[in-house]
């Protein structure tokens, strides 16, 4: 469904009907609903959904964060449609109880909309 290249994920296939992620600004569609493992997380600003996966976004640079739940290096993740933060990806956690995050994303609420086809 996705290809990975130069640190951006594109979307090759439509999701015509599928309930969808997508950007609040342009849109862009960021992930299938269906890819939702939990809705009680924290981002910048205020509550976020961990997801197995995402598409249309690029990475930011990659950093040490200290979040809630200990120091785990991140990237943001970027529309591809408009730019905007839209929020982040686990690329490695450092307390062994976290590392079920690694390779997830965070999408923030207030930065999405929900599209139920």
């Known amino acids: 469904m996705d290809s990975k290249d130069n640190g951006q994920r594109t979307a090759i296939q439509a999701f ?3 309930p969808v992620f997508s950007c609040a600004k342009c849109a862009a569609t960021l992930a299938l609903q269906d ?4 809705k009680a997380f924290s981002g910048r600003e205020g509550r976020a959904y961990l997801l197995h996966s995402a598409v249309n ?3 930011g640079k990659k950093e ?3 979040l809630l ?3 785990h290096t991140v990237a943001d993740i970027l529309c591809v449609g408009c730019g905007s933060l839209v ?3 686990y690329l490695k956690a450092h307390e062994q109880s976290q590392r079920y995050k690694e ?3 965070i999408i923030e609420k207030e930065r999405i909309t929900r599209d139920n086809a």
Request: net charge positive.
């Open 69 to 71: 739940t200990g120091v």
């Open 87 to 89: 929020g982040w990806t």
């Open 35 to 38: 890819e939702l493992i939990s």
């Open 103 to 105: 390779g997830k994303y």
């Open 64 to 66: 040490e964060r200290t």
């Open 57 to 59: 976004i690029r990475l």
């Open 16 to 18: 015509a009907g599928r």
